[in-house]
């Protein structure tokens, strides 16, 4: 069967195409190759650092738009929000762990308070810490863990009555729409 000449033009454009670009190109970490300003040292995807306040500030920054509150409507409902969603974390277990796995990487080990220098644990998250510090040593006494749960119960009661103080507390500024806005985003019952 005879070539046609025009079929090995084309095969010899398709490889050019596909060949030359790459020739210009060193192997990464070869001397010579130009650095890619976007790349991480070491070559790898960067993974973000998380930041508890800036996740609550654009939380809270969501919650506002959704609201439609002014900047001074927002001011005075702000705090009352964080206070509610802070709470309900509290209600819900308190702990740092997100996905079942603590910060790190070890499902074994003890969760990471979440606070910052200037924000202490609340007694609820500090509670979940010290029974997942108590669980995660596997010589603990039966009685060291049933201590530690009650306390962990007994936090977890007590932000439950303060979420409800708080809620009612948020309650007195809102508008009819704003509440129903708070209760689709699940701050509000």
């Not at 210009?24 to 650095?35: C, F, K, M, S």
């Not at 990471?112 to 007694?123: M, Y």
């Amino acid at each position: 069967m005879a070539v046609k000449p025009w079929n090995i033009f084309a095969a010899a454009l398709l490889v050019g195409v596909l060949v030359i670009p790459s020739l210009g190109q060193t192997a990464p970490g070869t001397p010579g190759q130009q650095p890619n300003p976007n790349t991480p040292p070491g070559g790898g995807r960067q993974r973000r650092q998380y930041d508890p306040a800036q996740a609550r500030q654009q939380s809270l920054d969501r919650i506002k738009q959704a609201l439609g509150a002014t900047d001074d409507e927002f001011q005075a409902l702000a705090p009352k929000i964080d206070k509610v969603m802070t709470l309900q974390r509290d209600t819900r277990g308190g702990s740092s762990r997100r996905g079942g796995r603590t910060r790190g990487g070890d499902p074994n080990a003890a969760p990471t308070p979440t606070a910052t220098p200037t924000t202490p644990l609340t007694p609820a998250r500090q509670a979940s810490t010290d029974l997942a510090a108590t669980l995660a040593n596997k010589d603990a006494k039966p009685d060291e863990i049933k201590a530690r749960l009650d306390a962990y119960r007994a936090a977890r009661a007590q932000a439950k009555a303060e979420l409800a103080a708080a809620q009612q507390d948020l309650l007195g500024l809102l508008t009819q729409r704003q509440e129903a806005t708070l209760v689709t985003l699940g701050i509000l019952e």
